[in-house]
């Protein structure tokens, strides 16, 4: 009799949660193709933006090796090969099309490793204690990215998040029922419950 007694509130409550949801006018949140798990090789994804700080490094040429940071113009400025497109690129992508230029009559089969040493901020604002912009590390999830903006205040809503990756059109509402990883330059809004 008491198992039947909590199924029935469990039930009425789950039906009072989503008609709630439904009437507040807020977007629902999406379990949307982003991936849920960080991942451990971000440099497979990650595309290289403005204000990136990258070390470059062709082997057995001190003199091409270096840090070098993504400009303005979206490129950075390499010795003897003067600017090259780097915005937009994956790291891998980065390494091969310098490769290629370096074998265009520089050098002889040419070996290069790209590293990100400093990625670009992301952003966390609405409702927290202190948001803003905000050092990126490797595999930040929005909690984590929450936290370091001083938590959530007390009006807010701590089921979904308005994701908004760099590049994007428009925010997408994002449920936080798992981890979802962030990325250089995302905009993160968490915004104020209505009850």
């Known amino acids: 009799m008491l198992r ?8 009425l409550s789950g039906l009072a949660l989503v008609l709630l949801t439904g009437c507040s006018g807020a977007p629902r949140p999406s379990s949307s193709g982003l991936s849920r798990e960080p991942d451990p090789a971000l ?3 990650y595309r290289v933006g403005i204000g990136d700080r990258l070390k470059i490094v062709v082997f057995g ?25 780097a915005k937009g690129q994956t790291v891998q992508q ?15 089969d040419p070996k290069v490793s790209i590293q990100v040493l400093n990625y670009r901020s992301f952003f966390v604002h609405g409702e927290v ?33 308005y994701l908004r990756r760099e590049g994007g059109a428009e925010a997408e509402a994002i449920a936080l029922d798992a981890p979802i990883p962030v990325l ?12």
């Open 129 to 161: 204690k202190g948001g803003g912009e905000l050092t990126f590390k490797n595999g930040l999830t929005i909690g984590d990215a929450i936290a370091m903006a001083g938590g959530y205040s007390y009006r807010a809503d701590q089921t979904f998040v």
């Open 4 to 11: 039947s007694a909590r199924f029935v509130m469990l039930v």
């Open 94 to 108: 980065l390494s091969s099309s310098l490769t290629q230029r370096l074998d265009d009559g520089y050098l002889k």
């Open 43 to 45: 440099e497979r994804v």
């Open 184 to 195: 250089p330059g995302d905009n993160i809004q968490v915004p104020e419950r209505f009850f």
């Open 61 to 85: 040429e001190p003199d091409l090796s270096g840090e070098f940071e993504v400009g303005a113009g979206g490129a950075i400025s390499m010795p003897l090969l003067g600017d090259l497109p």
